[in-house]
């Protein structure tokens, strides 16, 4: 069965630092997403990416962050200069279909990437 | 107001309780609504889309009002694997916004 896969599934860096998370969706998908989950709270949306360029963004996603598709399937979230409060789980998302601006297909999630900022 | 705002739990239940979770959404341009479940440390997985008649699936059943931005999950029959947090996602564009969760406990 096709899944997401993220890398790394544990990153530990220290405050200051560029952070790459990687994200492979489902090949024939169309529509990609990150999101974040701070131990204990919230699934929280961060952007939403389709055909080459982002769709939406939160207020949570400033400018240390940015997202990019650098070719056919990697699906990349960088964070230029981690901060202690980016420590969570990274769940990259994808979806195979949306039809007259109505979303018609459940979201795959991958199994997340978890960040440390020490 | 929250986006997606859902009881906050915790439930804790015997096995074979019948439980209603609610969910309220505050954006009216919603358009597609979905309950997902997560296990502790996993990612959220679908458990059911919602439709604006209703919906069943097994033991799941879920309800939409659109006039009052309403949303419910009841499950029938609890069984113990369906301890988890479940979670009440709202879409009215091109993202799908995550209520808090409400966690349920089903004990033996």
């Known amino acids: 069965e096709p899944e997401v896969t993220q890398t790394p599934s544990h990153q530990v860096t220290q405050m200051g630092q560029e952070v790459i998370l990687r994200c492979v969706p489902i090949?024939?998908?169309?529509?990609f997403y990150w999101y974040r989950q701070i131990l204990g709270q919230k699934v929280e949306f961060l952007v939403s990416?389709?055909?080459?360029?982002?769709?939406?963004k939160s207020e949570i996603f400033d400018d240390q962050f940015s997202v990019e598709r650098p070719d056919g399937s990697n699906f990349t979230l960088k964070i230029r200069s981690t901060k202690l409060e980016d420590s969570a789980m990274y769940f990259c998302?994808?979806?195979?279909?949306?039809?007259?601006?109505?979303?018609?297909?459940?979201?795959?999630f991958g199994e997340g990437s978890r960040l440390t900022v020490l | 107001r929250k986006e997606v705002e859902q009881d906050p739990g915790p439930f804790n239940v015997p096995e074979g309780a019948t439980v209603a979770f609610n969910c309220t959404y505050s954006?009216?341009?919603?358009?597609?609504f979905f309950w997902y479940r997560q296990d502790c440390r996993k990612e959220p997985k679908l458990l059911m889309s919602?439709?604006?008649s209703g919906n069943e699936d097994g033991r799941f059943t879920a309800q939409l009002n659109r006039a009052s931005q309403y949303i419910s999950l009841l499950i029938r029959d609890s069984k113990l694997s369906d301890s988890a947090t479940y979670l009440c996602?709202?879409?009215?564009?091109?993202?799908?916004?995550f209520g808090a969760g409400t966690r349920l406990t089903v004990k033996p």
């Open positions: 990416f389709y055909n080459n360029e982002i769709s939406e």
């Open positions: 919602v439709y604006s």
């Open positions: 996602v709202v879409s009215a564009s091109n993202d799908m916004r």
């Open positions: 090949s024939n998908h169309l529509y």
């Open positions: 998302a994808s979806n195979p279909s949306w039809s007259g601006g109505t979303n018609t297909g459940e979201l795959f």
């Open positions: 954006n009216s341009a919603s358009q597609s």
